[in-house]
């Protein structure tokens, strides 16, 4: 046989290692040999200095919460059981910034900047409040002021 396998197109080749890593519980991004910056979402080159020399590696699987917004209504399935739910885009700890959702992250507690770490649901990377974030912490105590 000769020709790419017909069953599976170019893009689902690139992304299905990061699907089967995800499944796997596991969070790829990809990096640059040449530039040494990774991103996200995976693409053939680096999207920074378009090198082609890009490996996957296994992220750390922490971030950081840079924007999120409510969604109480989407028509589409699976989302239509499931509002609201928190839509979010999020620094991962090796720099690439990525759309995610967050989750047991209960009203009102989203806040910029703070510590979330990966989960996985049904093999969909999602993120919640990380070490760190959440509840404060003892050191929070010596901040208060009057
Ligand atoms: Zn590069």
């Known amino acids: 046989m000769d020709g790419p396998p017909h069953d599976v197109p170019e893009a689902d080749a ?20 040449a ?5 996200h979402y995976p693409r053939e080159f680096c999207p920074h200095c378009w090198g082609e ?14 924007t999120w917004s409510a969604v109480h ?12 739910y928190l839509a979010a885009v999020v620094d ?12 047991d992250c209960p009203a009102g507690t989203a806040r910029a900047g703070m510590p979330l770490e990966v989960a996985f649901r049904d093999g ?12 404060p912490g003892p050191g929070a105590l010596g901040s208060t002021a009057r």
């Open 14 to 33: 690139l992304t299905r290692p990061y699907w089967e890593a995800a499944a796997r519980g596991r969070l790829l991004v990809r990096r640059c040999g």
């Open 35 to 39: 530039c040494g910056r990774a991103h």
């Open 92 to 103: 991962l700890a090796e720099g690439p910034r990525m759309m995610t959702e967050l989750v």
């Open 53 to 66: 020399e890009v490996t996957w590696e296994e992220a750390s699987g922490r971030a950081t919460l840079y």
């Open 124 to 135: 969909i990377p999602v993120f919640r409040s990380g070490p760190g974030g959440g509840e």
């Open 73 to 84: 209504h989407n028509d589409l399935p699976p989302f239509t059981g499931r509002v609201p």
